[in-house]
């Protein structure tokens, strides 16, 4: 992905998915394990999502956000590949985003 020719809108789509990515992974984690359950408060819930570990993988997400992307006709970005992924990940990691 070349930042010069690439449009910000499709940068921050993939971005936008890196949360959605992370946050589902995150709280997948923490029910299918028991952490989670109806007794506890947001402070504890959010407590547990900053202490746990994500991974991320480029090309996973890429397919996923391409699968979102193909659902749709009307959209405006196009087919996501890992390399793009990879190049917003390490972007959010230079802007000091806590990424692993």
Do not use: H, W
Not at 3 to 25: D, R, V, W
Not at 36 to 61: G, P
Request: hydrophobic fraction near 40%; proline fraction near 4%.
């Amino acid at each position: 992905m070349d930042p010069l020719t690439e449009k910000p809108e499709k940068i921050a789509f993939i971005g936008y998915n890196i949360g959605i990515y992370e946050s589902i992974q995150k709280f997948a984690s923490l029910i299918l394990s028991g952490k989670i359950n109806n007794s506890l408060d947001t402070n504890k819930i959010a407590q547990l999502l900053s202490e746990t570990v994500t991974f991320y993988d480029a090309e996973m997400i890429s397919q996923l956000i391409n699968l979102l992307v193909g659902s749709n006709a009307k959209t405006p970005i196009g087919r996501v590949d890992a390399n793009e992924v990879s190049y917003v990940i390490n972007q959010l990691k230079a802007c000091g985003v806590s990424l692993p």
